[in-house]
């Protein structure tokens, strides 16, 4: 695989407006995010920006990022249409996109999202999980949930369904989705390409237009979620994590 790393992110937050830019010791929030992507050591490291403030903070640190439209939906939009921009030769098959909110998130976790991809020539999309041990977060609806079809011992399994619901019925584990996901080239052209899906607007889950269009993707487990900063509370407890670092 010839992967990159596309970290799309923007300023107009609704739930913390500016965050691509909040101070955290010292450095703006994408400055940590793109040197994780960085450590994750797997490709080119590119910043797909909807605002040109973002743009030159990564220019300075001398990274790469490109301007995109900041009207595009998602952040895999903003991730296809900086690829078009940067490599319209198609050097890079696999790409890895990298949540613009996830400062302390492991290089390990950013590398384990090819693993599915590796595992299974028809897996188009991988994605991570996580297990659910709290009964509450099992029934909170703001808990993605992930029918994850894997077999005992294995660390990777096909996702058949997302809900906001407890899926699926029975006794066995449950999972919860972590929203980063790494595609096949050709697999993001044809998901940013797709109609949203009734079921992702029933559900409002993104992903459910993939699986909805009968793309394969498959779910890579792992041990502890990654911080998204969403409110003031995960950016302090993003500073208080990365307060032990020089960078």
Known sequence: MRPIVIIPTRL???RLPGKALTDINGQPMIAHVWRRGLEADIGPVVVACGDQAI????????????????TLPTGSDRAHAALQLIDAEAAYDVVVVLQGDLPTIDPATIRATMEPLSRRAECAIATLATEIEDPIELQAP???????AIHPGETIGRAVYFSRAMIPSGV?????????????REALTKYVSLARGVLEQRESLE??????????????VIRTEPLGVDTLADLERARELLASRSI
């Open 12 to 14: 107009g937050s609704t």
């Open 55 to 70: 743009v030159d903070v990564i220019d300075d640190l001398g990274g790469r990022a490109v301007l995109t439209d900041p």
């Open 142 to 148: 703001s808990v993605v949930k992930i029918a994850l």
């Open 172 to 184: 066995g584990k449950h999972y919860h989705h972590v929203g980063m996901y790494t595609y096949r």
């Open 207 to 220: 992903q459910l237009r993939a699986i909805e269009h009968g793309m394969r993707m498959d779910a890579k």
